[in-house]
């Protein structure tokens, strides 16, 4: 039996990209290209969309073989990283705080 905490960690890291460790979005790919693949079957695609990890520094499939819609195309990165990053992020994706004019008054409050 999965307790709620299992529950909502698993939820929050495959269905939003929040590390189970860390609490925090997952990095994302250092960048991106396309590779083709030789062998593709009827309902399969010939092109897949891969993504480099800073960690590992491997190219990793962000998409799936099959040619269909997902409804959460980011789980395919996620699932690598929640594997690989350990609580690693890219040097600099630290500051998720948005310093738009909300921010700013804030930050004049003192809040």
């Avoid at 860390?22 to 092109?47: C, D, I, M, Q, V």
């Avoid at 499939?61 to 099959?66: D, L, Q, R, T």
């Avoid at 500051?95 to 909300?102: L, P, Q």
Wanted: aromatic letters at 12%; one cysteine or more; a neutral charge.
């Amino acid at each position: 039996m999965i307790s709620f905490n299992g529950f909502f960690s698993y939820h929050m890291q495959f269905a939003h990209g929040v590390s189970a460790t860390t609490g925090r979005p997952f990095s994302p790919p250092l960048s991106y290209r396309t590779s083709n693949r030789r062998h593709a079957l009827k309902l399969e695609r010939s092109e897949i969309l891969e993504g480099r990890c800073h960690k590992c520094k491997k190219w990793v499939p962000v998409e799936s073989i099959k040619d269909c819609e997902v409804k959460v195309k980011e789980l395919f990165w996620w699932k690598h990283a929640a594997t690989c990053h350990q609580g690693s992020q890219v040097p600099g994706d630290d500051d998720f705080y948005e310093k738009d004019d909300v921010f700013r008054c804030l930050e004049e409050l003192g809040l």
